[in-house]
Nanobody, 127 residues
Framework: QVQLVESGGGLVQAGGSLRLSCAAS????????MGWFRQAPGKEREFVAA????????YYAESVKGRFTISRDNGLNTVYLQMNSLKPEDTAVYYCAAAPRGCSGSGCYRTLIYDYWGQGTQVTVSS
């Protein structure tokens, strides 16, 4: 079992930045692809970003490309999401997730490949 704990959410003005962190409970985290998803009230959960086990490959939703950066530190069992130039439409609960079998390309967008999920952290962007 892998436990994931997100942190770093909060309230920020439009144009501001936040850095989310997701700490994993097991050392084998380093062999998993990791993803970030978000869910706004009344909407379905949507893909935000993903990173391969090595960190060599990253994938982003079009809506965040150029503003968000996903990274990981396998020594600390932690994945990060740096969010810059935040917009009110980025307001959502953000979840990190772990994919034990890895992913590539658009395959990383699918929630079904992620076996483990965190509880989420709220991000609110005011206009």
């Amino acid at each position: 079992q892998v436990q994931l704990v997100e942190s770093g959410g909060g309230l920020v003005q439009a144009g501001g930045s936040l850095r989310l962190s997701c700490a994993a409970s097991r050392r084998i985290f380093s062999s998993y692809a990791m993803g970030w998803f978000r869910q706004a009230p009344g909407k379905e959960r949507e893909f935000v970003a993903a990173i391969s086990w090595s960190g060599a490959s990253t994938y982003y939703a079009e809506s965040v490309k150029g503003r968000f950066t996903i990274s990981r530190d396998n020594g600390l069992n932690t994945v990060y999401l740096q969010m810059n130039s935040l917009k009110p439409e980025d307001t959502a609960v953000y979840y990190c997730a772990a994919a034990p079998r890895g992913c590539s390309g658009s395959g990383c967008y699918r929630t079904l490949i992620y076996d483990y999920w965190g509880q989420g952290t709220q991000v609110t962007v005011s206009s």
